[in-house]
């Protein structure tokens, strides 16, 4: 007995001696080579016959599925595979894909005229019944799809020629026209889901799609590859990247040594605590990329203390916004103002917005003010409250600043820091107190609009029929006039007429001050100087293309 | 024997009852909401939460949630991951392998570590490199892995890179190369606790009669230490390592979320932050199960050497 059990450790020892040995020198040499290769990664396997484009995800994709890709890990991936309808350019417009063209006939009725000329990546012909099967499996709602709720306003969508779609609305929506620029009209083969119905969407089952890259496998939690569709329907882009990998990496500081290293040659997910690391690094190029979103201090003006408007106010002018931009947000993000929003999302008429901003009247910093503020509400002395927060580095430090401009009138803030799902929970209106209002005082959260619309943060935000259970409006920010004033301009066709209401229904708000709007979140995309050619926007969960990157002369 | 066995095995179905309860009831203890992780907050219709909410059983009541899931598991499948749409079953499938080899090579590379520090330890007895090595396995096991894997990372894939920094590679082969530095990270925690019961252990030997008989025999020291001391210090080491692969389960959810492994530790944390139930569940039932069945062999083999284990 004793005699096997010391044969089997020395077994051990030496078989892992052996394997420790040995893997320590080819590790040695490969990963030499991989070190000198890491710049021109792309250079020397485009000589072989095709490169390859390394992108780091911070966690793994939803599904292979455009009707469950709505976030910014799954879009990235899904959008290379399939393709929309129509889709934004750079400018946050909206332009044809695969329709030809599109017009609004009335209020209620669009035509969409559908390309003749499109392939799937098996070759085989795109052609009317994959367009409205595609469209009606989002519209279905046992297929719970996330993206139904732009549908919602739909009466029907029908066939009304050879390459003809029609859609009828319910009411005349200003943001309809959006909905097929996203992965909500992306057209997905329907043979191809037919054939693998049960596995779709799934590593066994993948998709198929028009777009410039096809499914090649995905490993859970590890990595997802594409490759090439060498039969892309436009002839004339060409694709210099032949394989396109997306690999997982869930921790910051690996992600960063990743694109150090060479390993990893891009990502979204840019760690804004590390920018300066990655700055320093020459193989490296950083593009500052503005958001459609804000990040905003709600107060919860149901509940006292902060039904009282004059505690709001004293709040909103205790804080020092530039201050917080200055030494805690930097390059992630711009200094909020009186807006939801950053100029990004002025996709109308953007001189009148402009001049809108430099005229509006709100609560900014002014300590003098803020106590004169306190000292008309009910709670001259000052009161405790709690403020919800999440794990996020940037907004902790936000939540301590505040902590401490509000102790000089007095105000106790205790925080409550929650995980993300639980955090998300309470700026959804998922949890109450004993008397049914949101369990918060104040919250520190975002939001980011789905389309590049005006009203894209002002709707969500203010609405009062998003004040409820699952609602945006973390502020339970109820008020008749500037619900009137919204649904007029989200029926309206006119832009000026919209903008002019939303100007309107900000100068109610920011009265009111329901909110801070801290800042407008930049992100940061980071790439390997071995590739140039990638340019994204605002846009980007929708309109994301890998397909003009190539390896650097 | 039979008899034993019997009990042994009821206990067990007992023990794993009671444990599935606690853990079903356990993850629904947080005050989040499963359809709001899923879409990530983004706005939906009452329409899809409600298809939602059908296709993963959460407009039923918790008994009934929990009958479903039971008599599911039972027949071996876990249900579906809220926020990955497949299968629990595929997703462990596709993970376990990883988390087994990163701890078997971390048990391995301890116990190559450990060993030899302990042999040194205990034949230099209480001389400044004995000092030295416990030192420094005390500043392994006093570091949390987390740390320990970042520092590895830094130095030896970062600046030096011998390594890669993260994943686990394609092949079986390959798959050694990619975890030399998670397993070194979560290895090193535990040389501090074998090198000690080896060092403690050896000493006991050294100064036992047969060694000094066989030292006054003429036998060079080296051989009296490694071929006659070593063999019977080292089956209490291997105990006490095997019980310890137990806690390095729970390491290992670290070390394979800093180095990207893709393994059962990063869907874990990952379903715990999304509330994804199903995930949760089914991989600590793994788990509790597979502690179970190797206490229930290690209590059949401690009977079956020691007839007095069965009759207390």
């Excluded at chain 1, 002019?500 to 100087?529: C, E, G, K, S, W």
Aim: charged fraction near 15%; aromatic fraction near 10%.
């Amino acid at each position: 007995m004793k005699k096997m059990i010391a044969l089997f450790m020395a077994l051990v020892l030496a078989v892992s001696m052996l394997a420790g040995c040995g893997s320590g020198e080819t590790s040695e040499t490969q990963a030499q080579t991989e070190g000198k290769d890491a710049a021109e990664t792309g250079a020397a396997s485009a000589e072989e016959g095709g490169a390859t484009f390394t992108v780091a995800l911070e966690s793994d994709i939803v599904a292979l599925d455009p009707a469950f890709a709505y976030d910014f890990t799954t879009n990235p991936v899904v959008n290379q595979i399939t393709q929309g309808l129509l889709t934004f350019d750079e400018n946050n417009e909206l332009v044809p894909l695969l329709a030809s063209s599109w017009e609004a006939v009335d209020d209620t009725t669009y035509v969409y005229q559908i390309r003749d000329d499109v392939t799937f990546s098996d070759g085989s012909q795109m052609t009317m019944d994959d367009v409205m099967f595609s469209i009606e499996r989002i519209m279905n709602p046992d297929t719970a799809s996330y993206l139904l709720w732009m549908y919602d306003n739909v009466e029907s969508v029908e066939q009304t020629g050879d390459w003809e779609l029609t859609v009828h609305l319910k009411s005349p929506s200003a943001t309809w026209q959006y909905v097929f620029g996203t992965t909500a009209g992306h057209v997905i083969s329907k043979a191809y889901y037919e054939a693998n119905a049960e596995a779709f969407g799934t590593a066994d089952g993948g998709l198929m799609g028009t777009g410039p890259y096809k499914f090649d496998s995905w490993t859970s939690g590890q990595e997802i590859v594409l490759t090439k569709n060498e039969n892309y329907w436009d002839a004339e882009q060409e694709i210099a990247i032949d394989t396109l990998v997306f690999k997982i990496i869930p921790e910051d500081t690996t992600r960063v040594t990743a694109l150090q290293t060479g390993e990893v040659d891009f990502t979204t997910s840019t760690p804004s605590d590390m920018l300066e690391t990655l700055k320093a690094a020459e193989n490296l190029e950083i593009q500052d990329v503005a958001t459609l979103g804000v990040a905003f201090l709600a107060f919860n003006t149901e509940r006292a203390p902060f039904d009282d408007v004059n505690v709001r106010k004293a709040v909103a002018s205790a804080i020092d916004l530039n201050a917080i931009q200055e030494s805690i947000v930097k390059e992630a993000g711009q200094v909020g103002g009186c807006l939801p929003n950053s100029s990004e999302l002025y996709t109308i008429n953007p001189e009148e917005w402009e001049s809108y901003v430099d005229g509006a009247e709100y609560t900014s910093y002014d300590l003098a003010q803020a106590q004169a503020y306190l000292a008309e509400s009910a709670y001259p002395d000052g009161f405790e409250c709690t403020m919800v927060i999440s794990e996020d580095s940037i907004r902790y430090a936000i939540a301590l600043a505040i902590q401490e401009y509000l102790a000089a009138l007095n105000i106790t803030v205790d925080l409550v820091q929650v995980s993300s799902d639980e955090h998300t929970a309470y700026q959804f209106g998922e949890i109450y107190d004993p008397d049914g209002y949101r369990d918060y005082d104040m919250i520190l959260a975002s939001w980011e609009a789905d389309y590049p619309d005006v009203s894209g943060n002002i709707e969500p935000l203010f609405a009062s029929y998003n004040a409820g259970e699952g609602g945006s409006n973390a502020a339970v920010y109820q008020n008749e006039e500037v619900d009137a004033l919204l649904s007029e301009q989200a029926a309206s066709s006119d832009p000026s007429a919209r903008n002019q209401a939303l100007f309107q229904a900000m100068d109610l708000i920011n009265q009111d001050t329901p909110y801070v709007f801290v800042y407008y979140p930049n992100r940061q995309a980071t790439m390997n100087t071995a590739f140039t050619g990638f340019t994204m926007n605002s846009s980007w969960l929708w309109n994301m293309s890998f397909m003009n990157v190539h390896p650097a002369e | 024997m039979i008899k034993f066995i019997a009990k042994r095995i009821l206990q067990l179905i007992l023990i794993l009852f009671a444990a599935s309860v606690i853990i079903f009831c356990m993850v629904r203890i947080t005050p989040s909401d499963p359809v709001a992780s899923m879409t990530q907050g983004r706005r939906i219709t009452p329409e899809t939460r409600a298809a939602l909410e059908k296709e993963y059983y959460l407009d039923r009541s918790l008994p009934e949630q929990y009958v479903i899931w039971i008599t599911n598991a039972l027949q071996g499948d876990l249900g579906d991951s809220f926020s990955h749409r497949q299968s629990v079953n595929s997703l462990i499938a596709g993970r376990l392998p990883t988390t087994i080899q990163l701890v078997l090579m971390s048990a391995v590379l301890a116990l190559v570590i450990a060993i030899p520090v302990g042999i040194i330890s205990a034949v230099k007895m209480n001389s400044i490199t004995d000092r030295l090595l416990s030192i420094f396995t005390l500043i392994f096991v006093a570091s949390p892995v987390f740390l320990t894997a970042i520092i590895l990372m830094l130095v030896f894939a970062l600046h030096l890179q011998w390594f890669p920094s993260f994943g686990s590679g394609g092949s079986w082969m390959e798959n050694f190369r990619y975890l030399v530095l998670p397993s070194l990270a979560l290895g090193l925690n535990m040389v501090a606790l074998i090198s000690r019961i080896t060092r403690s252990n050896m000493i006991e030997q050294l100064n036992s009669n047969y060694a000094m008989t066989a030292l006054a025999k003429g036998i060079p020291y080296w051989k009296v230490v490694l071929k006659h001391c070593l063999k019977n210090a080292v089956i209490p080491v291997i105990t006490v390592a095997s019980i310890q692969i137990g806690s390095m389960i729970v390491g290992a959810v670290l070390v394979e979320n800093v180095f990207a492994l893709g393994g059962l530790g990063d869907v874990l944390i990952e379903g715990v932050k999304a509330a994804d139930y199903p995930v949760v569940q089914g991989i600590v039932l793994m788990m509790v199960v597979v502690f179970l069945l190797i206490n229930l062999l290690v209590d059949i083999a401690y009977a079956a050497i020691d007839p007095r284990i069965r009759l207390e």
